[in-house]
């Protein structure tokens, strides 16, 4: 049960300069820097291998004016371009300084990994992202998350970062504004206490917690979840006793194409390159080209709660580049027919139906008719068969609210007074996706995870070793 406690209650065991919360890719880039700055750093994992929403993601990472992007062609974006894309996704609610904070410090963090860690970044360019005006998705070679943690873990222990795995932190020791240390339960049931200068909670948010999804994203209530049952809302939770100012609870990222039953990812490229999305009755519900994360609620009020992503030959032949949709054809989740009335018999909808649907999308692609919808057809060619299709639902993937940091990633309080040494990135923090499921931009999770991360190692070994020196 995670708690507050006092000060006087710490018997501590073992003492380091800056303790970091959680192994995913915030926890892991903040220890490097804070390592980086001078500070004896520890990673405390409550699992027996890292693993957590990271390993989970697609691994996209979106930032501008990089190298990268250079090295491609794309010299034309900007940090400010990036925040006005960021923004426009979430009608100006998101927190302009966290915004503008993150958007300038997410190139130098790719930058930083790729110079001092030997992190290799491949930009996506084949297509645009939902909301982004520019080609600025960067990968790992493998374009996964779980190799982007993999990745990350390597050159975490190559510069000497300790991680402690199979530690649960259950409660912060904390005298006024300042954490004193943590009480954590080892996987064997010892307890055990550990004095820190710094701590920076790189936990995720509360997608495992049933009763605040409940509470908080009700729309999400009983919806599949896509994430690491370990993210609890500790953060929160914490954050809620100590008095931190913490927004935003009812955003989060949504996805609208979660492979059913299989729980495989299907990429919202599919759609963004033509690609449509009907339910039980053979019928478009939506403008797929509006945002995956809000399509997981339009997903989930269809019949059963259910969608099938249609597409043809050449999305599907370009869909194999992406290693979870080789995953979901290896599990028989992808399937094919020669024309429109063999799809309708092998997805189980009215034949009828979906021709007319398909006569619609064809309209609206040469231009005889208007989109209800609104989307634009005109950008990609017509679908032509063979058809391919895969059963998906709408899932929550993560929580987006938390506590409100500043431009140092130290957790505020109400007041708006920082906290002395405490700090917050990823899913503990707020991010930049404003209140609700629609301001969700692609890689939003992973921006404000690194970014966040980069800039409060450095601030928490600063006040470490400021606080060990006096």
């Known amino acids: 049960m995670s708690a507050v406690l006092p000060a006087a209650e710490l018997q501590a065991d073992a003492a380091i300069d800056v303790a970091v919360i959680g192994a995913g890719a915030c926890g892991l880039v903040a220890a490097m820097r804070a390592a980086e700055a001078g500070a004896d750093v520890l990673v405390l994992e409550r699992d027996a291998k890292p693993s957590g929403s990271t390993s989970m993601s697609s691994g996209f990472i979106p930032a501008p004016a990089t190298r990268f992007q250079r090295a491609i062609g794309i010299d034309d974006d900007t940090p400010d371009r990036f925040a006005a894309d960021i923004q426009s996704k979430t009608k100006n609610r998101a927190d ?35 909301g982004h005006s520019r080609h600025r998705m960067h990968a790992v070679p493998e374009k996964t998350g779980a190799a982007l943690l993999q990745r990350l873990a390597t050159a975490a222990d190559a510069a000497g970062v300790m991680v402690a795995t199979g530690a649960h932190v259950t409660g912060l020791f904390v005298e006024g504004d300042r954490i004193c240390g943590l009480r954590i339960e080892r996987a064997d049931g010892q307890e055990e206490h550990l004095a820190c200068n710094a701590l920076v909670l790189a936990c995720n948010g509360f997608g495992g917690n049933a009763e605040m999804v409940a509470r908080h994203i009700p729309e999400m209530e009983g919806a ?114 020669a024309d429109i009335t063999g799809l309708a018999r092998v997805i189980g909808v ?56 500043d431009s140092s990633a130290r957790v505020l309080s109400v007041s708006g007074m920082p906290f002395a040494n405490l700090f917050a990135g990823g899913g503990a923090a707020c991010g930049v996706s404003g209140p609700d499921v629609s301001g969700y931009l692609s890689g939003n999770g992973l921006l404000t995870a690194i970014a966040l991360g980069y800039i409060a190692g450095r601030g928490a070994a600063q006040v470490a070793l400021l606080a060990s020196s006096s």
């Open 350 to 405: 009215e034949a009828g139906a979906l021709s007319d649907t398909f006569e619609a999308v064809a309209a609206f692609q040469d231009g005889t008719a208007d989109d209800t919808h609104g989307r634009d057809f005109s950008t990609k060619p017509a679908l032509e068969a063979p058809y391919f299709a895969v059963k998906v639902t709408g899932a929550l993937f993560h929580t987006q609210g938390g506590l409100m940091v």
């Open 224 to 337: 599949p979840y896509y994430g690491h049952t370990g993210n609890q809302g500790d953060a929160v939770l914490w954050g809620q006793t100590l008095g931190a100012d913490i927004r935003d609870l009812s955003s989060y990222q949504g996805h609208g194409s979660l492979a059913y039953p299989h729980q495989i990812l299907i990429s919202w490229a599919l759609m963004m390159e033509g690609g449509v999305q009907v339910n039980a009755e053979g019928r478009r519900f939506s403008n797929e080209h509006g945002g995956y994360s809000e399509q997981a609620v339009h997903v989930r009020a269809q019949p059963g709660a259910m969608a099938w992503n249609i597409y043809d030959q050449r999305i599907h032949n370009f869909a194999q580049s992406f290693p979870d949709y080789r995953d979901a054809m290896e599990a028989g989740a992808i399937r094919q027919a």
């Open 96 to 130: 302009a300084g966290l915004v503008e904070t993150v958007s300038r410090a997410i190139g130098p963090a790719l930058e930083w990994l790729g110079d001092s860690h030997g992190l290799e970044w491949i930009v996506l360019d084949d297509f645009l992202y939902p």
